[in-house]
Nanobody, 127 residues
Framework: QVQLVESGGGSVQPGGSLRLSCEVT????????IGWFRQAPGKEREGVSC????????YYVDSVKGRFTISRNNAKNMVYLQMNSLKPEDTAVYFC????????????????????WGQGTQVTVSS
């Protein structure tokens, strides 16, 4: 059974950092790309970043490029999202998910095809 569990969210001031973790069970990171998407109240779901299962290539939407870093530890079956220079507009619930599209971007947006995801972790950026 595929399960993903996110952790590491919290409340920080603008300019602060957080590291989100995604524990994956039921499959290995070689089996599927893993993406992070976020959902803010009253807004559409937004794909943020993806890491390929084939070669570990990483992808980001422009709004987080240079501030967020996605990585993985295959031995631990963990995926991480390091978030630096956080802004109030980054406030959302963040989810990690299996991405059957293998990190499909279109028109600058991370579209993806999310199959399974966890319960999410809240990130709040506020002064």
């Amino acid at each position: 059974q595929v399960q993903l569990v996110e952790s590491g969210g919290g409340s920080v001031q603008p300019g602060g950092s957080l590291r989100l973790s995604c524990e994956v069970t039921g499959f290995t990171l070689e089996d599927a790309a893993i993406g992070w998407f976020r959902q803010a109240p009253g807004k559409e779901r937004e794909g943020v970043s993806c890491i390929s299962n084939s070669d570990g290539s990483t992808y980001y939407v422009d709004s987080v490029k240079g501030r967020f870093t996605i990585s993985r530890n295959n031995a631990k079956n963990m995926v991480y999202l390091q978030m630096n220079s956080l802004k109030p507009e980054d406030t959302a619930v963040y989810f990690c998910a299996t991405d059957l599209s293998s990190c499909y971007f279109s028109g600058g947006y991370y579209v993806g095809y999310f199959d399974s995801w966890g319960q999410g972790t809240q990130v709040t950026v506020s002064s």
